[in-house]
């Protein structure tokens, strides 16, 4: 009876073969489909974001008011290709990277607005 009941278990078993049939393409698409989100989740939005930031940096002018990374706000008064010199207050100039430029100061557009 004991000798019946194993065989009968291992009949009803998978082999070995069909175990493996499920691998191939299918595990792989999960991934597949995590990196799509990732892709239009994070590194898409990022990378217009960065296209954005370079276009104001190469866009920017004498008097314009601009914001640092550090938080300072001041007006440009000369512009190399890597170096922006910035007045902070009368006579006070700072050289600052250009790429440490965050943005244009608020200032700034609330004066192009009145302009218009």
Known sequence: M???????AYAMAPSAG???RGGGFSAFIPLILMFVIFYFLLIRPQQTKAKKHQQLLNDLKRDDMVVTTGGIHGKITGITDTIITIEIAPNVKIKVARNNVAGLSSANTKSEDKGK
């Open 2 to 8: 004991i000798l019946s009941v194993m065989s009968v």
């Open 18 to 20: 069909e175990g493996a």
